[in-house]
Nanobody, 119 residues
């Protein structure tokens, strides 16, 4: 059974930084692809950033130049480094990963971690 567990959220002042982690556990061979999404109250879930296992990345326009996504397949963990945060970044952040196990590749979601940017 594969699980994704996110951590690293919290309260930060505008202009501050956080690093979110998304750790995969279980019988994992590799992470093919990971995406970070966020959902603010009253808004639809938004794609923030994606990365392939080989390091090809994509960033949404609202976070480009401020956020950095990475996958460490040796640790079965993905990261989202968030710099120069502003109040509009406040949301629950979710990771989604396509993970290869011994039999197949499937998509999994984490439980979400709250990020609050406030002075």
């Amino acid at each position: 059974q594969v699980q994704l567990v996110e951590s690293g959220g919290g309260l930060v002042q505008p202009g501050g930084s956080l690093r979110l982690s998304c750790a995969a556990s279980g019988s994992i061979f590799s992470i093919n692809f990971m995406g970070w999404y966020r959902q603010a109250p009253g808004k639809q879930r938004e794609l923030v950033a994606t990365s392939t296992g080989s390091g090809t990345t994509y960033y949404g326009d609202s976070v480009k130049g401020r956020f950095t996504i990475a996958i460490d397949n040796a640790k079965h963990t993905g990261y989202l480094r968030m710099d120069n945060l502003n109040v509009e970044d406040t949301a629950v952040y979710y990771c989604n990963a396509n993970i290869v196990t011994g039999r197949s590749a499937q998509n999994y979601w984490g439980q979400g971690t709250q990020v609050t940017v406030s002075s």
